[in-house]
């Protein structure tokens, strides 16, 4: 998926508590909403993680995570042709992004 659509759904979660964007995303009728849904569902289970197993994080609030930071960026295209009229071939462009979103107790 290209990264223009992922970003139209990752501005509507940026800085909302993650139970919050959680419900946004699964009433949003796109693709990019359920990639971005599993994104987010992993990167809060790394944060409740990350506290059950590293005593630096002992303070750590899993109940009280925001999506700090969400970030849909380019990545490689894969270049495929087409045949076209009298024997030429045209261009198709299957893009790529790369979607990052970081939690915080914040």
Not at 25 to 46: D, E, W
Not at 49 to 68: E, I, P, Q
Not at 84 to 101: L, W
Request: with cysteine; glycine share 6%; charged share 25%.
């Amino acid at each position: 998926m290209s990264a223009q659509k992922m970003r139209e759904v990752v501005r509507q979660i940026q800085g909302l508590p993650a139970p919050q964007a959680q419900a946004v995303l699964a009433v949003i009728p796109r693709k990019g909403a359920r990639i971005v849904a599993k994104t987010l569902k992993s990167a809060v289970a790394n944060a409740e993680d990350l506290k059950a197993n590293h005593k630096d994080f002992a303070g750590f609030k899993t109940d009280r995570l925001r999506v700090k930071e969400a970030v849909a960026g380019t990545a490689t295209s894969m270049k495929r042709f087409t045949p076209k009229a009298r024997g030429s071939a045209g261009p198709i462009i299957k893009r790529n992004c790369h979607v990052k979103i970081t939690v915080s107790d914040e």
